[in-house]
């Protein structure tokens, strides 16, 4: 177990929580919370989980989750060290003006070359690197990697959309992650699916302004809404219902009862 890991196990343990309370108060699934204890990293679907998780369970121990996240992301993902360069290279005699001479033709040919593909190419509205057009026949920037410095408002167990994005649909994803679930999907009046799902089986549900799900084994299932991670939603063998609708350009969850 190294430094981080050790960090947050004992914090908890200072505090007199076992997993099972701090998964019931961060509503982070156990197998993540003892992966974060012993740094078994390649546990997480992908760095946005991982960020979310840990700064969310450093944040409940009361912890720094800033200089723990930092500590965590140096041992991850390293950054070259570039060296420096010296301040000057003593060349002598013919050598160093051969050296010049060969440098200042190098520079003119990258000049020229590169003066002729931007006139001859760069500048043309048909010319080459005139890839803005994309599937449907719009354009655009090139869009932002997923994992760019995303909010952890998966871990929160809340689901979010960038800032600034206009919201008018939904789309639920429901995963059985251990044994079997119970599940009831409906929009409006419309019953969308029924029925018993086993481990490693999903269901998509696309293209909703509203939506409500019932779960009879909540503690077995994970779900996403418009690719936000919910959370562990409740325990195994315990009975979840949720709605959620689109509002003003936003998702929000309504009280939802059962049926």
């Not at 991670?229 to 939802?256: D, T």
Request: glycine content about 10%; proline content about 4%.
């Amino acid at each position: 177990m190294g430094r981080i890991g050790e960090t947050l196990r004992l914090a908890r343990l200072e505090k007199g929580l076992e997993i099972h309370d701090v998964e019931k108060n961060t509503k982070i699934r156990r197998k993540y919370l003892e992966a974060m204890e012993n740094e078994e990293w390649d546990v997480f679907p992908g760095r946005v989980y991982l960020k979310g998780f840990f700064k969310t369970y450093a944040r409940f121990l009361g912890l720094d989750e800033n200089e723990l996240l930092k500590i965590m992301e140096e041992t991850l993902y390293p950054e070259s060290q570039s060296q420096p360069l010296p301040a000057s290279i003593e060349l002598s005699g013919k050598q160093s003006k051969r050296t010049t001479v060969l440098l200042g033709i190098l520079a003119i040919i990258l000049l020229v070359s590169f003066q002729y593909v931007y006139v001859n190419y760069l500048s043309h509205p048909h010319g080459m690197g005139n890839n803005t057009e994309i599937a449907g026949g719009k354009s655009g920037a090139p869009q932002a990697a997923p994992d760019s410095e995303a909010d952890n408002g998966a871990a929160e167990g809340q689901p979010e959309e960038p800032a600034g994005k206009p919201v008018d649909r939904l789309k639920l994803v429901i995963k059985v992650v251990d044994y079997k679930c119970w599940v009831s999907v409906k929009s409006g009046a419309n019953l969308l699916f029924e029925g018993t799902l086993t481990k490693g089986e999903e269901k998509t549900f696309e293209d909703l302004t509203q939506v409500y799900f019932a779960l009879g084994n909540s503690g077995d299932v994970e779900v996403y809404i418009n690719d936000n991670y919910l959370g562990v939603l409740g325990k195994k063998g315990e009975p979840v219902y949720k709605r959620y609708v689109v509002e003003n350009n936003e998702i929000k969850e309504v009280k939802a009862s059962n049926g």
